[in-house]
């Protein structure tokens, strides 16, 4: 079996690494220089198999000819942006992304989980890795709730704070922010809920709570409820 990589020889008979990376050849005068494997998909989307040594739109034998699974990492289930590339966008269940590309002239929307029409510049949207250090967070222009996690050397990780949360990049956490009046629930514990009290000019304080012994947070009902097993030890006894 043909070991991967560039041919010795000017006929240029290579061999792929696997079914999607393919050798990089530089021919210097009558051999080839092997400069290592490159990802064919992220070459170029259209051409996502390794055939004959080479990119190519279609699979080699023995290679499944279904589309290549996406390269994104999936942090939790829900709709990402791609972090580079504001025409791509994932949707993540159970650990596993399905990639979506917008049409020509069109950009994803976060706030709509779906393309819409470019009409200005500022409408493309990328998570803006300065790499100041080796690992650091940045914010998702726009959305605060999504931010990402910039690795030199590495594809920027994708991550988003639960409902009403915000990412906070000078602690490195998500936090609670009140936009408006009312109770809210915890994410994580039913038991805990939080208040926003409005103090005027829209700013609010905020106060966590807690439910009193056997009872939950309601966030529908908007407040705590007896659980089932006390209910019915009470209506026993």
């Known amino acids: 079996m043909a070991q991967p990589g560039c041919g010795n020889s000017a006929d240029g008979l290579h061999t792929c690494y696997n079914c999607t990376y393919a050798p990089i050849c530089i021919q210097i005068d009558s051999h080839f220089i092997d400069y290592g494997p490159v990802n064919c998909v992220e070459l170029n989307a259209s051409t996502p198999y390794c055939n004959n040594g ?45 990639e979506f590309v917008c049409a020509t002239n069109s950009v994803y929307s976060h706030q709509k989980n779906a393309c819409v029409h470019q009409t200005v510049s500022s409408d493309c949207v ?10 650091e967070y940045v914010l998702y222009p726009k959305y605060p709730n999504v931010y990402g996690l910039c690795v030199r ?3 920027t990780l994708m991550f988003k704070c639960p409902e009403e949360e915000q990412f906070d990049t000078k602690i490195s956490e998500c936090i609670f922010v009140c936009k408006k009046e009312g109770l809210f629930a915890v994410s994580g514990n039913p ?19 807690e439910c009193p ?12 409820v007896l659980t ?7 209506r026993w006894n």
């Open 213 to 224: 012994p056997d009872s939950v947070f309601d966030a529908v009902k908007g407040k705590c």
């Open 153 to 155: 050397g590495h594809t």
């Open 54 to 98: 080479e990119c190519s739109a279609k699979a080699s034998a023995g290679c499944p000819s279904g589309p290549p699974p996406s390269q994104f990492i999936c942090t939790s289930n829900g709709y990402f942006p791609d972090p580079d590339d504001c025409h791509k966008f994932y949707f993540c269940v159970k650990g596993k992304a399905k």
């Open 126 to 135: 990328v998570i803006k890795c300065k790499y100041t250090s080796v690992m």
């Open 191 to 209: 038991q805990q809920y939080r208040e926003c009290v409005s103090v005027g000019n829209n700013k609010f304080e905020l106060y966590e709570r």
């Open 228 to 234: 089932r097993k006390s209910v019915v030890f009470r």
